[in-house]
């Protein structure tokens, strides 16, 4: 039993370790390549129109990332506000669970 409490108190150790490592600093420089303000942009466009299931840039629909990070993103601007921070969570988030 101890042994399993133990584990389990490590890898919890372990997630937010490399959870710091991955969110310290998010929003302290402004979008780096163009590509990234443009993968900002379209979860912003669509908490703009309210529509999910579509993103898109100027009208123009975009199908280059998945729709699962795209939504959640899409959600990040209404919790945290319009920022870097915001923009790149979802991210870190997602990079920290893979590793």
Known sequence: ???TLSWRRDLLLLFVVIGLFFTIGLGARPYLAPSEARYIEL???MLATGDF???RIDGVAVFRKAPFILLAAGR???LFGMDEFSGRIVTALL???TA
Request: net charge neutral.
């Open 53 to 55: 299931l579509t993103p």
């Open 43 to 45: 979860p912003r466009q």
């Open 1 to 3: 039993m101890n042994d």
């Open 76 to 78: 990040c601007p209404w």
């Open 95 to 97: 990079t920290t669970l």
